[in-house]
């Protein structure tokens, strides 16, 4: 499914206080990562401190200088994309596999939490821990926003450095292996955007209003979640104090019009 016939990018919601915990997202307040949305690994007992998920900015010019002995420090914002220990050795041939400054699909452990902890396999480069194309982080509270509720886009930017980190995925009807691809990516998005709205319902943070609020009749909208998931169509009506959304279908088969939950839809953009 092209990028550009995904949904138009699910609102941003105030942050909610909450407790910080495994798999919330939140948002890096200042430095490199200025902007950019993590998912946390690991909380710290006190709340104080979190490892991060982070789509890695790498400057390759800045690896190779380092390796030069130079200065290492990038002078731009490098683009956001997953870690690729290939990649840094095509660029970087003079970095050895068994060096101290590349290792891969080694177990990776930390300081934490006053102990030492294992937080997977993956690989590491000059000190820094990466798994699954993302860099993990170890990060103050304090330099975050927490509990944030990224946009569509940025969703689907984060969970591109995963899928295309494997290269590979299972087929869930054959349960063979066969090359990730962006369908992968749109699939997980859509979970993630569906699981986002679910948590602001359980914290009765979305009243029928507010849901409502963001369609208007003529709007081009699709299905995120339930029975009609994907299914594409235009506002006919909204029934604000029902939460409801009548729609349109373009469909073949279906003809009539339906009446969907407003916390089911999204915005459509072809």
Not at 10 to 27: D, F, I, Y
Request: aromatic fraction near 6%.
């Amino acid at each position: 499914v092209p990028h550009k016939e995904m949904p138009e990018a699910v609102q941003p919601a105030t942050s909610v206080r909450a407790k910080l915990r495994r798999g919330s997202w939140v948002r890096v307040r200042g430095g490199l990562y200025k902007g950019d949305i993590g998912r946390v690994e690991i909380p710290s007992a006190d709340q104080a401190r979190a490892i991060v998920n982070l789509v890695p900015r790498l400057d390759m010019n800045a690896i190779k200088n380092n390796l030069k002995g130079k200065a290492a420090k990038s002078k731009f914002k490098m683009a956001a994309k997953s870690f690729s220990a290939e990649e840094i050795r095509s660029h970087c041939p003079n970095i050895n596999k068994n060096s101290d400054r590349l290792t891969v699909d080694g177990k990776l452990e930390i300081n934490w939490d006053g102990g030492r902890i294992m937080i997977g396999y993956g690989d590491s480069l000059d000190g820094k821990y990466y798994k699954e194309g993302y860099l993990l982080r170890p990060m103050s509270v304090r330099g975050l926003e927490v509990n944030v509720k990224p946009t569509y886009d940025e969703l689907f930017s984060f969970n591109s450095a995963k899928v295309m980190s494997r290269r590979t995925t299972v087929d869930p009807d054959t349960g063979e292996e066969v090359p990730a691809e962006e369908v992968d990516v749109y699939t997980e998005t859509l979970q993630d955007a569906a699981k986002l709205e679910d948590q602001e319902v359980a914290e009765g943070s979305i009243s029928n209003r507010k849901a409502c609020s963001k369609f208007a009749r003529g709007d081009s909208v699709i299905v995120v979640k339930g029975e009609l998931k994907n299914l594409v169509g235009t506002v006919q009506k909204i029934r604000e104090q029902e939460r409801i959304v009548i729609i349109k279908p373009v469909h073949e088969e279906l003809t009539d019009l339906l009446e969907i939950d407003a916390l089911e839809l999204d915005k459509y953009v072809t």
